[in-house]
């Protein structure tokens, strides 16, 4: 069973409204490779897993219980990114009596006004819905492995290539710690493999990417973060039996299983009358 | 941020394999009205939350823990009714040389065999991919309640039909649990709509189910489940400032939160080696 | 604007339930070729319409009316096909105690008994939903044509080969009925690329057709259907401009405009408890 | 048998083409609150009625004629904020050389000068295709009912968002005259519950739209067309049975069943040669 | 058995980055209409082929093998149109600190840069995935030569309208070369036709394109491109049994079965650091 | 460009009809991890490479040739599957006068005899359609490599699956050679990656099949075909700089390049007048 404690599992540094920069964040909350698929595909190889290697079974059930909260700090940064986004003031004293032409005008995914109020969705950055299709669980251990690894190490790929597309400081501080965590995951699937026997080489990380062209992942490293599993178990795990010694990339470090991050309060999100949200307080009571 | 504890919500009965059972079952799990999307739903909805009525973001956020809970349990119980269902044995010393062939001519979904192993996927009952487009959160409060309402009426009124595709126990077991929680979060919902002036009168629930048809129900219903809230927060929440007081359905009773029920052991799944799964005991180590 | 007068456009001749037949007649509602396709198509091209050529845009159009009209034919085709296909009574009494067990077992789409109380839905015989992306309207007159023509060709194409999925009487004179409606509609749009300049010789119809093997066809061919275009305006139309003269299929005749035939009542389609359809009876009022 | 008469349901009023105005009207064309969906979603479930209660299903079968006509006046609103919207001329006198650059450019959807010349498409804003999977039907009264009045709220709701995406006129009207029959429709499923008891109290109509902000409504509410329901049918009907007495919703007034509004002549749409729409009159003849 | 030669089928003339053509250009590669859709239509006609008649069987397969090599242009010319087109330097360094901001504002696919490295992927101009719905293959021979008629056809259409949309030459060469190409495939299922009996009049080409519209045409109309079948087969074929003697359209002359075009170099496409491309040269190796 | 000579890759070896051995082995051709994958995903990473290694662009490319071979040898596999598979005879003289009726009711995809004449489509084991956001060309060369691995290993494990839903000898035979062919892939992958340092042990072939379990398998192994790379360039390849010496999986050898295998004759299908293919013989003429 699944138990909350409401916190963020990073902090949303304040910036203007971006909605371009929303809309490209929407690969990595509903794209292939995106967080909803992460947080899918190690839930259901957790739950198809079989037979008794439980080690296995708490890396992968550890991992898709912090992409949980991933799939929560991408809706709130995109949200960030999105409010009051539209011009301010009710449609009639608005400059152009439109106030939501701007956005849309100017290349916003439509979708983000008119199906939500400024607010997240489960799509990706072409606005195409997220596809169950896109998961990945076929009980063969190694097979699944592998394709994690595939899968985290697309993940960094695909958020240093976002991280290109706005210096918004809400939206690369948000990526900047998914890369990290990627990093971390991606480890983590390195390790599994190097159980089974394979010898990584200088292989990973994958892409090589260079910190100093993501400045806002310096801090992340120097806390250890790539090279740390979370546990978010309020029982016992077995996953420092996979998640411990030396770090499988070639950037070195030592595999640690470490509590949470500090939590970050979740913001309280303004009104957006012109929107209809929430829509009570204009309501005659 | 998210926790977990290895226990599943509910009971797993034991019974034969039945592979049409579990082709079914996926409606629950991946379909348009299954608890997938009961679960993206109100996760996007919490997330996207605007305004300070929090009592209502905490009602939302607190259904969508249980229905992580839910989708495990929908996933073990298709595992459980997929466990060994093809013949036993190697291909080559099976009766017909074909172990797989049973369940596929009898109306299996092939994908249950292919691509998982003999495990639960993100798909419907006729095989469609789970779909990002079927979940709704427009940032309207009462539009978002009347979407859930409708949600969990369909829900039960699903789940009511598919109990009768088969007389599997594990099958009807989940089933019945799934039913009377409908039940409670139809409540929820329904009176979240009697805190802005609604009276539902007799309109619900809905469908209006005998209890009798319906065997495994009775005893939730007894434990009083159908009227229950569970909290699965590990810090305060003001979800009862809604969820207390009559239940808004005709058949009575006081709506209370409650801690989650005991938790049920995860079965460990036998090694299906036909299927190369796990698929690491075979390698020559 | 568009009105109704309660009639179906061909009978429903009564047989038993055949859920499989319900199944592949899915093709003819919601398939690529389908009903549902040939509606929307003619309905986008006749609301989409350039130019002045009045006589072509109410050729698109009377035929898209009468597409309405198959589809309500097919819809409830279906249905009949699938009314009480479960076993009888509730749950509880039956012989297996799972009283939908046994379509679902014999290779029914569950979706017919789960989404709805057994009746028809907008997907094709493979269970995939009806999908936009194959509407064709450019926009340019003769593709336009081009593409109808090719899709009623295939319409007879697919009717004819699932015609011979079942001996059910019910499923055969629906398909019939459509097959020389359908002929009908082929010649339209050839004659249309006719008054273009092209002589057809004997290509048509397509594919050849021969009417012994579909003897429900025969008395729809004696009444002149397949030659016939029924007019569903209640004001003028040019269509006779284009839909008149010799028929340009190697079967001859002339071709006519006339009225639509006698309709037929709409049957009332019995209740289904065990369903919860409709459902307002079991209610304590 | 549906019936036609070559009359628009409401007003097309002349402004300047609005390309990206068109990309977002296509929301209430093909999105999933659309008018398509409307429109098959009472189609499905008028045709797969069960049990004797008739005015029900005259009900859905009355909105549903509705929703024809404005599948079609949406068709042709988009057309006409596409007409000409290109430079004038053919590619090689227009100033850039090419006429098709302008748009496509300012964040038009592509497929509206691809696949159509300068017409309509049944997809959503983002560009996806309409799919049948959002078309609900499940044989349960209440259910349904539940269903379409939140299908209803919706449409309201993103009408009103789509409303200050721009202030072209074409586009506002258009607009205007479907949130006020939206609100028609949410006032016949809220009334049919009231029939089976439910008191909605002040809770409709939803969102609590202001008048003022939406000034093209008043015209239309003042007619009543806010509390009418427009009788398509050419034989008796038992609409009135529901539709009849105080209205549901706050603002009060007497539900009364209505003949049809008076028509609109559809406007002939120009030829586009650059585009070979129809492309008819380029041909050497 | 398929075999290469590292050759294009046709030249990339150099220009400037243009990331909206780039857009557009993928309906021509990853579109319903599309040379994936061509190439995967006549595989399949072709490898289901029933029947001695091999001169059509031959025929399917000859344009088949000639889409593989459109499939190869069109990939090209998109990465060609992509090449550099964000801003040069790492993050840091850039004006902006945001290199790939620019295409993406101003209406790029972010696809484009997100999931490729600048480079095609097998989606319309729209964005949304290559659907295998599309692609029709009935084994009636009469109904596969009209749908490809009525495919190539929409080909030549939409090419002539996307050529509008920008003035870059490495776009509008590529175009011009498929919109002849094109013609010639439209003139081989028309003549297949013929064979059958039609008489075509004066309607083809469809639609009645003037060359003066699309001055890069001209050159591979004068080399005969529109009327020849260029043979990609190592062994023999009837395929001149039907392509041969006089073109079925009105612009008249001979169709000729004769060797492909000389081929071009495939360019070498450069490195992209700052998308990891392709990423080798960055491992400290 | 690309060239052909007819000839089959693989033999196909006789044996009875199976339809549902068809609508399985559909799975191999249009699913997720099937043929048109592998075929379209190493095209577009072999036209989208960057780069100037050109070693590993001979590689990708080597391979999607052969891949377009497979799709080839599938698609006559399921046509050889599905020949004659309904009762022989027309309609009315059948035993049933239904000859379509028996495999449809003993669960074959019905599209197989709907939308083609007994003949394979683009759709997988559960008939959705194949999908182009599967491929995946990222344009890093280790995260192409990590995937196609993937994709390989899959392939193997998929059809070492299937190959138990069958004893047909014409099923098995096909996958057993794409059982030993995805080997030879997986090791040319594996091997790039051992070019860039990776040590992979014993990890792979993925699964760990045993051979005993496969007899068709073991000519393929005798014959070296899972250490071999078919060459199918009429031009120069550097793909043996990468796939040559040692094999990277345990079970040893030398890799080599060697020309493409002996040819196998394609079978000519018998007409199906039934299903009206190809239906050139029944016309009048």
Redesign the interface.
């Known amino acids: ?9 990073n902090m949303i540094v304040p910036d203007k409204p971006d909605p ?1 920069a929303a ?2 964040m929407q ?1 990595i909350l ?3 490779f995106g967080e ?1 698929r992460t947080m ?1 595909q190690y ?2 190889q957790s ?7 439980k080690k ?1 079974r708490d890396l992968l ?1 550890g991992i898709f ?1 912090e992409e ?2 991933h ?2 700090l991408v ?2 940064t995109i ?1 960030h990114l999105l409010n009051e986004s ?1 011009e301010p003031g ?3 004293e608005s400059p ?6 701007s956005p ?4 916003a ?3 983000h ?23 990945y ?7 699944d492995l ?2 994690n ?2 899968l985290e ?2 993940g960094v ?2 958020k ?8 918004n400081k809400t939206f690369r501080e948000t990526l900047a710690f998914l890369i990290v965590r990627d990093n971390a995951h991606q480890n983590a699937f390195a390790k599994a ?1 190097e159980t ?8 990973f990380p ?5 910190i ?4 806002e992942c310096r801090k992340y490293v120097e806390m250890g973060f790539h090279n740390a599993q979370f546990n ?4 016992d795990t077995l996953i420092a039996e996979v998640f411990s010694g030396k770090s499988p990339s ?1 950037n070195g470090g030592e595999l640690q299983v470490t509590p ?1 991050p500090q ?1 970050n309060p979740l913001p ?5 009358p ?12």
């Open positions: 069973m699944y138990f909350y404690r409401e916190d963020l599992i371009v809309k490209v690969e509903g794209g292939h909803m899918m839930f259901f739950s198809n897993f079989r037979g008794t290697e296995y059930r219980l949980i909260a799939v929560e809706q709130t949200n539209g009710a449609g009639a152009s009596g439109a106030p939501l032409s849309v005008q100017q290349g995914n439509p979708h006004y008119i199906i939500g109020a400024q607010a997240s969705l489960p799509v990706d950055a072409a606005g195409n819905p997220w596809n169950g299709s896109w998961v669980s076929h009980g063969n251990l190694i097979g592998l394709d690894l595939n190490s697309t790929l695909q240093s290539r976002i991280y290109e597309m706005s210096s493999l089974l026997g394979v010898d990584w080489a200088k292989l994958v892409p090589n990417y260079d100093n062209k993501y400045p978010f178990r309020l029982d070639r949470p939590g309280v999100m303004p009104e957006l012109n929107e209809h949200s929430p829509g009570t307080s204009d309501m005659n009571r």
